[in-house]
């Protein structure tokens, strides 16, 4: 069965400090698809990013980086020079392919506050 | 493009008092989903269609039931509501993309109690 896991149940930081946001699954699927999805406290989910599971190269979006390892089973997630607008609930989550989505799986979400 | 809409927004009812839930979507999306989202436990997947007329059970489905009339919207009835099903409601759409790997677009939430 598929699982994520995301061990940080919450993290406080001071603007403009990095932060590392982790993310383990686990799956007996080959083919594999991770997302991050950000939940600010208006609550809304917002996509940020989906890997498949054969493209390991790490991503960088502005302030925001990626770091994808098959062999640690992590995909974890980077804010470089965090600021207060990053505070919000940040959610891993795995989808198996062939099974339409249904098994888009959740982590329990890590909730990040950045303090002035 | 309003891309995926809930209605209400805000809910409070009776225990044994039934409600549904509109979830609509203008993105032409095949697939449709309905999550609930509990304190420290991620979103849970309630049920899910593929297609309009085709629905089917996810992780937490007792006491909910679903339809998919047209392929815009996707609705969640509580036939009897119970104090377990206090939570926030997220409805969800995504394309046919020929795998898995499409990311879901999420509605705003639907906060409901049951006292």
């Known amino acids: ?116 | 493009n309003a891309g995926v809409t809930q209605t209400p927004k805000f809910r409070v009812l009776k225990t044994g008092q039934s409600m549904t839930l509109l979830c609509a979507q203008d993105m032409n999306h095949e697939y449709m989903y309905w999550y609930r989202q509990d304190p420290g436990m991620g979103l849970r997947l309630i049920h899910y269609s593929v297609g309009e007329g085709t629905t089917a059970k996810g992780e937490v489905p007792d006491g909910y039931n679903v339809s998919r009339l047209k392929k815009q919207n996707f609705l969640l009835g509580l036939e009897s509501a119970a104090p377990s099903q206090t939570s926030v409601y997220f409805c969800a759409s995504r394309r046919t993309s020929g795998d898995s790997g499409g990311e879901q677009y999420f509605g705003p939430g639907t906060r409901l109690t049951v006292t």
């Not at chain 1, 804010?79 to 099974?99: G, H, K, M, R």
């Open chain 1, 1 to 116: 069965a598929q699982k994520v896991t995301q061990a940080q149940t919450e993290i406080s930081v001071v603007e403009k400090e990095d932060v590392t946001l982790d993310c383990v699954y686990e799956t007996r699927d080959t083919t594999y698809y991770l997302f991050w999805y950000k939940q600010p406290p208006s609550g809304e989910l917002v996509f940020l990013i989906r890997r498949n599971s054969f493209d390991e190269q790490n991503e960088i979006s502005g302030r925001y980086s990626w770091n994808f390892q098959k062999s640690t089973s992590s995909f974890n997630f980077t804010i470089t020079a965090s600021q207060v607008v990053d505070s919000a609930v940040y959610f891993c989550a795995l989808s198996e392919a062939d099974n339409y989505g249904q098994n888009f799986v959740f982590g329990p979400g890590t909730r990040l506050s950045v303090l002035p």
